[in-house]
């Protein structure tokens, strides 16, 4: 969808670095996600934002740190990356629901992570 | 934990036949949402499904929500190659997020 960007597309980077992911979205949604894929894991949740200032971990966090100061940004960063996160990286973004998940997730077009 | 399973998790058809994923929950769903991703892209939101017994069409695509709202249905009328790609049935998870665990790749055989 275009109102969600993410960047770099892609980034091959060593292990011990630090990177960033970046993601943007358009909407003003309040909820934000990021989720990584791996084969035979399908996809992972790794944190989520409800609103500005308010992050909350997700099924896999460690080892990724969030934050979100504005609404439309959403950057995941890797402190020391490892082999073991290389990975493809999707963020998402929806709209404030019940609480019960019935919002639609709008994915942007990932990132694929090479870590060597 | 969540307790979903989709199945199954691969499922090769030749063109023109038709296609089934199941997802199945140990506990009763509020709602469940669908999703495909089509190799090398991104997951797309298909539809939501609310009510008990609840069946919803998308031309050759049939979906539906078990009575106990414990299961849900995915059918595709014969395939194309356009189908291929992923599917994954999303429930919730926590308060507004979304399980989408492993997915069921189809591949379309022309």
């Known amino acids: 969808d275009a109102g969600i960007t993410q960047s770099p597309r892609y980034k091959i980077t060593e292990t011990g670095r630090q990177v960033t992911l970046m993601c943007h979205q358009t909407w003003s949604h309040s909820y934000m996600f990021w989720y990584r894929q791996d084969l035979g894991h399908g996809l992972r949740l790794i944190y989520y934002?409800?609103?500005?200032?308010?992050?909350d971990k997700g099924e896999v966090p460690d080892g990724y740190v969030v934050s979100r100061s504005k609404t439309e940004n959403f950057p995941l960063t890797l402190e020391s990356a490892t082999r073991s996160q290389t990975s493809v990286y999707f963020c998402?973004?929806?709209?404030?629901?019940?609480?019960?998940?019935?919002?639609?997730?709008?994915f942007g077009d990932g990132t694929r992570l090479s870590i060597l | 934990g969540q307790q979903v399973m989709q199945i199954p998790q691969y499922q090769h058809v030749q063109e023109g036949e038709d296609f089934t994923t199941y997802c199945n929950s140990s506990?009763?769903?509020?709602?469940i949402q669908w999703y495909k991703q089509r190799p090398g892209g991104h997951p797309v939101f298909l539809i939501q499904?609310?009510?008990?017994?609840e069946v919803k069409k998308q031309k050759r695509l049939t979906f539906q929500f078990g009575e106990a709202k414990k299961n849900s249905s995915l059918h595709i009328t014969a395939t194309q190659t356009t189908d291929v790609g992923t599917y994954f049935c999303a429930p919730p998870w926590g308060a507004n997020n979304l399980f989408f665990g492993t997915g069921t790749r189809l591949t379309v055989i022309p």
């Open positions: 998402a973004s929806s709209e404030n629901g019940r609480g019960t998940g019935d919002q639609p997730q709008h």
């Open positions: 499904l609310v009510k008990s017994g």
């Open positions: 934002s409800a609103a500005a200032d308010i992050t």
């Open positions: 506990t009763t769903l509020s709602n």
